[in-house]
């Protein structure tokens, strides 16, 4: 570190210092930096200058070594025009990010000041965050959609993955794309754009407070069933004595078509058998690419050869039509569940080898 500096200064321009006072009376953004460093004392004046690039800090304390009878008044208006501008620029908006990361660096070291930065932003917004998870994706793309493109990438960033994906696809196919490069080159977020992103989390509240029916209950529900211990059927059933129609409905949802994709082999296998490949020809028609993939693969080869060639030729089918035989589907798939032929996972849930 010594060799670096004494080779800087010796690359240092050998003239004399500047005079203290610019030929206009007023001192040069330098001689204004040195008169503050002057000020502050030795160690503190040692703290700023190590922020400073070479050059800097070859001007700063070339201009410092050739201060001399600096009047009082010229110091007096240095300082209040530095805390002036500190006022003007900090004192509103608070520290940025990239600020409060290089002092925490520099205090607590790389790891701590990330854990510290992970703290400061993005905890206060996330539990208001939690409370939209269980709102309709169309209805958040309908808050987000007049929102510019930064925002709606940094609002869909502090959702859950499969949430965010549910509601970049319900935003205008033309501006989906912009959005996915927007959240991909996410790295920080300033402060000004959380406190712009919890304006918009507050609205979305409090819209939610008045429209009720932007919460899916029903998914809500058949969620939690699922994810009930012990006897799901009792528990139908004591909820259908309350209201019959609302039960079909949580039942539809609890077992979903998508549902297929997380079932083993195994157990595809034996639905396969009770499902004709002719249903499945119209239920796989725009199917997730999992759900797809899944069932296909579960066929042996010449059969699964053969099933996408019927596909291809069944040409277009009515979505109404691709519906009510996926609708079918799940109904015998729920029979074999209740029978006890398959053990039918109906939640992602974590596995051990």
């Known amino acids: 570190m010594d060799a670096n500096l004494n080779a800087g200064t010796a690359e240092a321009p050998s003239h004399t210092p500047p005079p203290a006072v610019a030929p206009s009376g007023q001192m040069s953004t330098i001689e204004q930096a040195a008169v503050l460093l002057l000020c502050m004392g030795e160690e503190p004046a040692a703290a700023v200058l190590r922020c400073?690039?070479?050059e800097e800090l070859l001007q700063v304390t070339q201009a410092m070594s050739g201060m001399s009878g600096i009047k009082v008044d010229a110091v007096?208006?240095?300082i209040q025009k530095f805390f002036d501008e500190y006022r003007e620029q900090s004192g509103v908006h608070g520290a940025s990010r990239s600020f409060l990361k290089r002092s925490l660096e520099l205090a607590l070291g790389g790891d701590i000041a990330g854990s510290v930065l992970d703290t400061i932003y993005?905890?206060?917004?996330?539990?208001?965050?939690?409370?939209?998870?269980?709102?309709?994706?169309q209805w958040l793309a309908e808050r987000i959609a007049g929102e510019h493109v930064r925002m709606q990438a940094v609002f869909l960033a502090f959702l859950p993955p499969a949430l965010a994906g549910q509601v970049v696809e319900a935003l205008p196919a033309e501006s989906r794309d912009g959005v996915l490069v927007s959240i991909a080159r996410l790295k920080d977020v300033d402060r000004e754009l959380l406190i712009e992103l919890e304006e918009l989390v507050n609205r979305c509240l409090e819209s939610l407070h008045t429209q009720s029916t932007a919460v899916e209950g029903m998914q809500l529900t058949a969620d939690i069933i699922n994810r009930l211990p012990g006897d799901r059927a009792r528990m139908i059933e004591l909820l259908r004595a309350h209201d019959p129609?609302?039960?079909?409905?949580?039942e539809v949802r609890m077992y979903d078509f998508f549902v297929l994709s997380r079932q083993t082999e195994t157990v595809l296998t034996r639905i396969c058998e009770d499902i004709p490949l002719e249903q499945w020809a119209i239920a796989l028609k725009g199917a997730e690419p999992a759900v797809r993939d899944a069932i296909i693969q579960t066929m042996p080869r010449r059969q699964a050869q053969n099933f996408e060639g019927m596909m291809r030729r069944s040409g277009p089918v009515p979505k109404s039509r691709v519906e009510e035989v996926r609708r079918e589907i799940m109904a015998q798939v729920k029979q074999l569940a209740d029978a006890g032929d398959i053990d039918l996972q109906l939640f992602p849930e974590e596995v051990v080898e």
């Open 122 to 137: 993005g905890d206060a917004i996330r539990p208001k965050m939690a409370r939209l998870q269980w709102v309709s994706p």
């Open 52 to 54: 400073l690039s070479r």
């Open 76 to 78: 007096k208006t240095t």
């Open 245 to 250: 129609e609302i039960v079909d409905e949580i």
